[in-house]
Nanobody
């Protein structure tokens, strides 16, 4: 089992920045990729960014490229999402997720609210 706890959400004005953190615990040695997802009211959940647990390879949604940066600190078992140049469309609940199989993300955090005011 893997447990994930997100933190760092909040209210920010457009153009501002926030950094989300996701602390993993439990069988973290089984993780091979971590991701951030978000879900806005009335919309489907979408992938924002992901990073490999060991090698650091990253991927981003087109909507956040150049504005968001995903990183990890394996010593702290923590993944971060640095969000800059935030826009109101970034408003959503952000979820951290972990993959321990090839079948998809199978562990999820509780989510943290990010609200960007115009």
């Amino acid at each position: 089992q893997v447990q994930l706890v997100e933190s760092g959400g909040g209210l920010v004005q457009a153009g501002g920045s926030l950094r989300l953190s996701c602390a993993a615990s439990g069988r973290t040695f089984t993780i091979y990729r971590m991701g951030w997802f978000r879900q806005a009211p009335g919309k489907e959940r979408e992938s924002v960014a992901s990073i490999s647990w060991s090698g650091g390879s990253t991927s981003y949604a087109d909507s956040v490229k150049g504005r968001f940066t995903i990183s990890r600190d394996n010593a702290k078992n923590t993944v971060y999402l640095q969000m800059d140049s935030l826009i109101p469309e970034d408003t959503a609940i952000y979820y951290c997720a972990a993959r321990t199989t090839t079948l998809g993300y199978n562990y999820w955090g509780q989510g943290t609210q990010v609200t960007v005011s115009s």
